[in-house]
């Protein structure tokens, strides 16, 4: 049988090893690559893309998913020529001029921004973000027309298919009602009794003793996949080999430790999807958003529960040695910290959804073209204030100037953050619902059904399913931000 | 401009570029990766491996190749449109089908190999070499018809350019008639005064300290470069960030210590490759036997010369501590032993060349037809007795099942080695002649002049120059396999 349908899944798994190739060469540049490298593999690993791009958009590819439309297929099938379908329609939209611009003027404008962000800069990195805006207006143009939504639906589209502004302005409308007054709440309440700070350092290979043998409570598998280091923490590599990152803080335990919970997450996610339809579209992860939501069951659900920090204290005690600060009750207080910040990516779950919103509106005004560049800052030190209480005013570096996303036009990504948070929050309660033995089992370190549990409502499902699908099999009900409302009321209020 | 002979550059390039992917993907593949990643690591490799074929063997590159002969070239040019026409003849001779059937005989042979060595199953082996012997005897048929030469001559022309078996076995046979006597004697002479041994283990991180520190005296880039384990040592990675490995033995100090002075060669080889030249045939290593003279040069030449072992000593105890075997006569003598064994990756320099001739002799035999597979055992042992007093029989794990060559059917790799050895004691010569302090330099670990002259006269060459004009401009004259002697016996019988 050679149909059109046999012949897709023949061009998509060719295309999927050479994402294999890009991907271990990506990860090498992240944490093997000497300096010196970094020329030679940039070239390389554009060579790749653009060989990618090419297969992708061939033309006959259009007449194959045409013609595999009117074919008999099986759900998944369908599934999978849809997921192909859509990578195909994403490629094929934007001109090839304008994919290389975007390219180059992210480049730019990213390169740059690591002085420009030390030298609080905004001046200089305003002009190339304005160029990186430019384009991307031209982008969710294109695709807007496209898709037939508005243009920053359009490219929040790429992020979450299926999501779109209305759902999140509703979203965060009703966040913004009571996250504010709860973090009030939560940070007066904790000022009552502050834990006590560890002291001592803590070196990098304990640390990662210790990263390791949470690893291995969380069921990451070694045999595929490893974890090293690298200056901003990810997971990468394929699902047959899973390459998680950390960086390690000899001040802080906590910091590397969390880390590692977090993009274990992502890993098992990866690790699991369906061996069936690897190297098909529909063997990959969902989307963004369900894939934050995997490393923050993890990591917020799990990680920071007492029970489950509870069954870690030993260890970190075993390792780095017996102090009042890693007892447990304030070993437990200090991974449960809720203190409002500039860094997004220092900022706990309390305040994090702030940090998200207010980026959010933000990007959305700026690709539905209603606010500038210029007009970046203001904004940025007004929703601050009134989300957060803090004065970043004329603080570009802790402020504007602090995330990557924008400076190579990935605008739509940050509600992802958020609405994994939400997702997470969603499955747990529905998890706990379904397995009423689970925190006594996290509390022993026992994750073999909350595992389960996750294998047979997300990771297994692979993008056979979509997200609305996906949380109504496994939580009766679509997107309900309630869930996540009541796991920050029953953690930080209780 | 944009002729014939600028678009083959551009395709080059391009090439190029994908041989980068290959070439961390593969060290990744030796270094990093865990077990369970390995079958998806094949399939994208050998994609991409298909890719690169078909780029290379792509027809209009035969009348890109033609119509730029034709064009008013630089000496360079046209030495870089020789490399490309070399590169291009070597992959449009075979056809497809030789090559996917040689390709999965040499993996099923190798990979049963992994485990017949061990359990000494030669029958089991035999079998599986008999059908890469039956393929390796078709290529070299249509490359021998090609290139109008003998079989065995155009296999060997595919690592030595230029060579033949006319030339290797006048080298041979004058080894043959001194190397034996030579042997007995030095081996007799060292019996009287043993080196003790060192007691003690050798931790592996301090081992990797030992031998950074050796690779920064020798000059290694770490800028562009750097060292990590594999189970069998290679020099791989790209010249802009070459990727040098070893292996520890906690017992035995000098093994991965001049294993890694020997890649370190290799290293500096590729780390200095004409940088205007990069991404060309013409900016590749001469050949491999060229390639191996520079490992060799560093190892052998230098790296277990009294002058470089005296220098290094003083490190060695201060990273491992005083005792009498580390002392520096000591030291020297044992990194200086002489002892035929059995295993040719084992071996010290004198008694290697033996290794080397009985696997020539055989190899060609079998390949031009005058012996057959169940032949080599009997041959092996009636060979190594005669050339190391060995004895072999029975010992297939140890005899003529040691080496991974064979299994994908490398036969003509095997010389390389002794001609890489010869070279470098050509070249070494020559050095001295031309920079008489190099002695005293090498006794203060100032190797800035003789890096500079292997620059002058072979890095920065790349393939520029044939192995022959190379050997000429820096020593004036050819291969001359009495420097090889010379060195043996200056060192070993003085």
Not at 430 to 441: D, F, G, R, V, Y
Request: net charge negative; aromatic share 8%; charged share 20%.
């Amino acid at each position: 049988m050679n149909n059109a349908y046999t012949r897709l899944c023949q061009r998509f798994r060719r295309l999927s090893r050479f994402g294999h190739l890009s991907a271990i060469a990506g990860w090498d540049m992240q944490t093997m690559m000497p300096a010196g490298g970094s020329e030679a593999r940039g070239e390389a690993l554009a060579e790749l893309s653009l060989l990618q791009h090419q297969l992708l958009t061939d033309k006959e590819n259009g007449d194959l998913l045409r013609a595999a439309a009117d074919l008999p297929l099986t759900p998944d099938e369908r599934a999978n020529l849809q997921e192909m379908t859509r990578q195909w329609q994403q490629a094929v939209l934007l001109p090839a001029e304008l994919v290389e611009a975007k390219s180059i003027a992210g480049m730019r404008c990213e390169h740059a921004w690591r002085t420009q962000r030390q030298a609080n800069d905004w001046q200089g990195f305003s002009e190339n973000l304005r160029e990186v805006v430019r384009l991307s207006r031209q982008e969710a143009d294109i695709r807007a027309t496209a898709n037939g939504t508005s243009r920053y639906d359009a490219l929040l589209d790429l992020y979450e298919p299926g999501m779109d502004s209305q759902q999140l302005d509703s979203v965060f409308n009703d966040l913004k009602q009571w996250l504010p007054a709860l973090l009030t709440r939560v940070v007066e309440k904790q000022s009552a009794t502050r834990p006590r700070t560890p002291t001592g350092t803590f070196p990098p290979p304990l640390q990662k003793q210790l990263g390791l043998q949470v690893m291995q409570t969380l069921g990451f598998d070694f045999n595929h996949g490893r974890l090293d280091i690298s200056a901003h923490p990810f997971c990468g590599g394929v699902p047959e080999d899973v390459r998680i990152t950390t960086r390690y803080d000899e001040q802080h335990l906590l910091s590397a430790l969390m880390g590692v919970i977090h993009e274990t997450g992502h890993a098992r996610y990866e690790q699991n999807l369906p061996k069936q339809w690897a190297g098909q579209p529909a063997g990959l992860a969902r989307s963004t958003a369900i894939h934050e939501s995997q490393s923050l069951f993890m990591e917020m659900q799990l990680g920071r529960s007492r029970e489950f920090l509870e069954f870690i204290q030993p260890q970190v005690e075993a390792i780095f040695g017996s102090q009042p600060a890693l007892e447990k009750d304030n070993f437990v207080a200090l991974a449960q910290q809720v203190k409002p910040g500039f860094i997004r990516v220092d900022a706990d779950e309390v305040s994090y959804p702030a940090h998200v919103m207010l980026r959010y509106d933000i990007e959305k005004a700026l690709i539905e073209g209603e606010i500038e560049v210029e007009d970046i800052p203001s904004l940025w030190d007004e929703k601050m204030h009134h989300y957060l209480g803090l004065d970043t005013r004329g603080n570009y570096r802790e402020g504007c100037m602090q995330d990557i996303h924008w400076t190579d036009g990935a605008f739509g990504y940050f509600p992802t953050y958020t609405l994994g948070a939400m997702y997470a929050a969603q499955l747990f309660a529905a998890a706990k619902q379904q397995l009423p033995a689970i925190s006594e089992e996290i509390a022993r370190g026992n994750l073999q059904n909350i595992s389960g549990w996750l294998n047979d409502h997300i990771w297994q499902y692979g993008s056979l399913l979509t997200t609305d699908e996906l949380l109504t099999k496994a939580t009766g009900q679509t997107l309900n931000p309630a869930f996540f409302r009541q796991h920050l009321e029953q953690r930080y209020c209780s």
